[in-house]
């Protein structure tokens, strides 16, 4: 069920370049199904901004009632969003839309991970909950440089990681495709999160099988004002980011 | 307690309040959040003969105090519309009010003809204000003649109200208010969204795909308030009103200015529960005035001079 | 660094930002806060033959992302704003733009003759478009036949460039703009203020003793960018560009859209130092471009198709 | 020499209902040359709302650097002006307009302070120096209600002072007109601050010799805009509240 709830910030800092991680606490967090789900974040009393802004779960403790978000302080509402303290509230509106399945694997699974840049948050309740049922996690991330590097350690816990930069300042020199190339011959399903480029990229290499977790500028966030939709591959047809995604089968929308 | 009930050609309203059309789908998501029979009525997004795709993404960009939009009349065509959408709407006690667009006035009376048909669709709101389509839409609205035309040839096929909803991208809206009036219409919404374009700083270009979109939020509410102040001077039938409807406070001042029931856009996007928000806070400021029914403030602005109209503040 | 200077007809300019008309008086109070000297140049209030008092208080009223005012064109006439006002204007070294009002075509003349005598006025800026008097003003904006009309006959009299400022109260802007650019404009100023009303919901009537004033502010940037963008693809005369200009971003967005040079109005009264602020972060923004010169970047939002613009981000 | 400058807060609380009061700490107050200015504060950062709020200065401490403000919190610039604490800061443009004049006035002369509701405030600092000057003052003080009474205390330290409020709930029923026929037989200059409606029957009551400080919506608060103009009485110009004002003699403008 959807929720509208102001939570309240546990903590709100800076872990890399540009990059904050939120805990917020509320009971929005009961509803939460599985990742790769986002919500839809009001950061002011205000009407400046005027829009929410949609922001992937990263973690979620259900008994905790908590959930961890990472987000790039960059435009007008995630800057207002970092400047949150302990104690201060944010509008949450949420659940909101379909995750990464993590049911019909068989037992023991290798499943491959591949994320790039601030795509990377929902990978990491993913990893969590794959590990968690038994299956085998690889994950490769992409950053553009040393400084946007996160998570890496985090990730570390659940298996394998390879980490690229374009510049080459850490991990090896190039794209997440590189990695895939080099250090996962296989893999049983595969889960990806990131830039569109790099959508197409690993949707062109390794086919189908896999899901992709697109973004798009949103309205409403629940399906109503069709801001969000992405073609059809094969047919005449549309889904909404919002509530059909944000995660699709490779090969079912246009990325 | 203010009688807070409206009485429109068509709609018996339990309130003045409704969603606008193409900010609320066809009510089920927001069905998710809360009972739709306490909306006054709904207004569902604007509807064509056939299927329509809509325009590419990026659709919306956000503004200085509001939004634009650029969906292009996405929706599922007629048919899907009356099988589907309706049908599961005769479920709640609400009047539906059903947008149409069109590219020809024969689109607009073939879907006019059909939805007037169902018991629950007790008007039809005539989209000539879309500001996002490149055929039809807008064109309607901006010549007086070619919209009295519209409406009149509407009127005569549909068997339930018709409102005619105008651009405010004109330089005489009063005109074609006037104009659609001699033609018929039994109301007016206003108004529909204001031309307006962002461009990407990094890319040099528009942010939105179709270049151009539609201006909502409170941005235009001051547009919408002089409009409806103007056009509800000069002609007899209601105004809906609508643009940057944001609280009660803002429905009031549009009520004042001469709407008769207000429809809220944009600020459902903002709070799903924006319209039954607004009908509880509504209620409570409506009656620090000193009026037996809501209906007596519609126009108060221009109906009668300067008093205190609030009994206690 | 890139080539921050834009050369307009009339105007030499160190850069592309000015206070917009009737946002800066005559520019002795904003001289309190920094030198006038550092503008790009200085459009001064409208200046009427005789001195006129404006429409009675309350003039302004906030709305949601901007602001209405209905000054009402107060000046204090064409002989004390030459003797004082513009006199004083030439210790600093800034071409000026007198902004002209009136409500004949006779009213323009002689207020253009008069003032494209001094040495420090380098164009005049036609306000035909201003919403807040009765006569003149925006009716000589709506109609292109009498705009075309008006700009002719100030043309013939007047020594230095005629730039006309528009109205986006109109069904065409693009209409209006060719036929005052036939008529001889050799630039256009757009936009002035959108219409608008507030209502008080204590007493019911309008905020505004005037009723009606015009809408400025973040609010209006949209349709300032959309028209600029429209206009400047139909017209070869350049645009000076303003409406919703807060930052260096904002004028940016402006300059991409069509605009030439950029106006800064109701910013002013939230920073006085609004516009020094903005020319210094516009340099910067700029140098993050790949061009030499700023006038590089006026219309790229048309001229080229989508490439990523900055060099590094 | 008015200045712009992000001040910081000191405090901020509540004194009555809905009345705040709030201490400033900066450079700014080092341009302040008398009673009765104002200052035009910006209370946040973004654009909603859009424009500043003119609020008269209270008290000063020059050599604290400080100064104080009542206000009341009533629509959106000021109720978040209420929500600022210590340490936050507030953006003011400043000293602005022409106070109160305290010379010519004979030594020992008997001064009639009168402020009705939130037009209290700038008359504190001009019984300050009033006093301080030697001279002898007799505040009266109109209000709504026994709730709205605030600073009667304060201006008792400078002499008598004469509450009235228009319920009677607090000192004597009615308006500080009626107060002034009771307890204030004589006096060599009058000043006052207020409604309108209170000025108009203050000037018509006590003619002129006296100052009054006038409100009038703003735009820029620097003489620029001619938002704020007033009528002269005698005559066909006008002044401009902002600057002009917001203290005019009695019988210069049209109240
Ligand atoms: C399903 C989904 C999940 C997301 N998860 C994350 C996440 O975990 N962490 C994170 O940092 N970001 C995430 N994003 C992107 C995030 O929504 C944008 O970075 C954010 O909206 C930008 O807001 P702003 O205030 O910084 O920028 P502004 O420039 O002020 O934004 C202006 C408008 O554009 C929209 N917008 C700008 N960039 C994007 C974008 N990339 N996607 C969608 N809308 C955009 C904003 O929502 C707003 O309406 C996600 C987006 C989607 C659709
Ligand atoms: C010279 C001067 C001195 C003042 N001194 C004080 C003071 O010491 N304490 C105090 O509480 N108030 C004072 N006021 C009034 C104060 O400016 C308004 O109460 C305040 O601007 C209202 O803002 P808001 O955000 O509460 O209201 P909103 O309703 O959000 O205001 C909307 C707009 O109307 C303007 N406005 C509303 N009421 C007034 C008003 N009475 N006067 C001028 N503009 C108004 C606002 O500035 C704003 O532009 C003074 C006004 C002036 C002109
Ligand atoms: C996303 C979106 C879609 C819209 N679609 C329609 C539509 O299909 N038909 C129509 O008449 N108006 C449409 N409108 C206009 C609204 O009904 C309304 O007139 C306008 O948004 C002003 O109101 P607001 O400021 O409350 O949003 C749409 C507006 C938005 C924001
Ligand atoms: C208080 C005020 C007074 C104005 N006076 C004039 C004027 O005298 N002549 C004119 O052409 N425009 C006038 N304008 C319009 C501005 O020059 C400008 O076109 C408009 O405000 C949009 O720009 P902005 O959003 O940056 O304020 C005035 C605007 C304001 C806010
Ligand atoms: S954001 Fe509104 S439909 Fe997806
Ligand atoms: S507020 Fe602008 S002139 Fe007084």
């Not at chain 1, 400047?83 to 944010?90: C, L, M, P, Q």
């Not at chain 1, 690889?138 to 890496?152: A, I, P």
């Not at chain 2, 500001?131 to 919209?147: L, M, R, S």
């Not at chain 2, 700083?201 to 201006?215: D, E, F, I, K």
């Amino acid at each position: 069920m959807k929720q509208v709830e102001k939570m309240k910030v546990l903590r709100n800092e800076k872990i890399a370049r540009s990059i904050f991680e939120i805990e917020l606490e509320g009971n929005l967090v009961q509803h939460m199904s599985g990742p790769g789900q986002f919500v839809h974040l009001k950061v002011t009393d205000g009407m400046d901004p005027t829009l929410r802004r949609p922001v992937s779960v990263c973690r979620y403790e259900r008994k905790k009632s908590t959930f961890t978000m990472l987000y790039r302080a960059e435009g007008k509402g995630t800057q207002l969003l970092s400047r949150k303290t302990a104690e201060d509230t944010v509008d949450v509106l949420g659940p909101l839309g379909t995750g990464f399945p993590t049911d019909g694997l068989k037992p023991g699974s290798r499943c491959l991970l591949a994320g790039g840049g601030i795509g990377v948050p929902p990978l990491y309740e993913l990893a969590r909950q794959l590990k968690a049922g038994g299956h085998h996690v690889t994950t490769v991330l992409g950053f553009r440089s040393k400084e946007d590097v996160f998570y890496e350690e985090a990730f570390r816990e659940f298996g394998d990681v390879y980490v690229t930069t374009e510049d080459g300042t850490h991990g090896a020199k190039g794209f997440v495709t590189d990695a895939i190339d080099r250090h996962v011959p296989v893999w049983d399903r595969y889960y990806a999160c990131g830039p569109r480029p790099m959508l197409r990229a690993l949707e062109t290499k390794l086919g189908t099988g896999g899901w992709l977790s697109l973004e798009e500028r949103m309205g409403c966030g629940i399906g109503a004002c069709l801001a969000c939709v992405c073609d059809e591959k094969n047919g005449p047809g549309y889904r909404k980011v919002c509530t059909d995604g944000p995660v699709f089968p490779a090969g079912e929308v246009v990325v | 307690m203010t009688d807070m009930r409206v009485s429109l050609p068509g709609l018996d309203m339990k309130n003045p309040i409704m969603p606008a059309s193409g900010c609320f789908g066809f009510g089920k998501e927001y069905s998710e959040f809360y009972d739709l029979s306490l909306l006054g009525a709904i207004c569902v997004k604007a509807v064509t003969p056939s299927v329509r795709k809509g325009n590419p993404t990026p659709r919306v960009a956000e503004t200085g105090g509001g939004m634009l939009n650029a969906i292009g009349l996405q929706n599922p065509g007629l048919d899907h519309v009356m099988e589907d959408e309706l049908l599961w709407l005769q479920q709640f006690n609400v009047p539906v009010i059903v947008n149409i667009a069109g590219t020809t006035p024969e689109d607009y009376c073939r879907v006019a003809t059909a939805v007037s048909d169902l018991p629950n669709v007790k008007a039809v709101e005539l989209n000539i204000s879309c500001p996002n389509v490149k055929e039809g839409g807008i064109a309607f609205g901006t010549d007086p003649v070619i919209a009295r035309d519209l409406t009149e040839k509407v009127k005569k096929v549909c068997s339930v109200p018709v409102y005619v909803k105008l651009s405010p991208n004109v330089t005489d809206i009063a005109g074609v208010a006037q104009a659609v009036e001699d033609g018929g219409a039994d109301g007016l919404s206003m108004i529909n969204t204001l031309l307006g374009m962002r461009i990407d700083l990094a890319t040099g270009r528009p942010v939105l795909a179709n270049g151009t979109g539609g201006l909502s939020g409170s941005a235009i509410r001051p547009v919408a308030v002089r409009m409806i102040h103007e056009v509800s001077r000069k002609v007899q039938i209601p105004i809906i009103g609508m643009g940057g409807v944001t609280c009660a406070d803002d429905a009031l001042e549009l009520i004042l200015a001469g709407a008769s029931a207000v429809a809220v856009g944009t600020q459902n996007f903002v709070d799903p529960f924006a319209c039954p928000a607004i009908i509880d806070e509504l209620a409570e400021k409506v009656s620090r005035y000193n009026v037996s029914s809501i209906q007596e403030l519609s126009g108060r602005s221009w109906k009668t001079s300067a008093t205190q109209l609030l009994t206690n503040r």
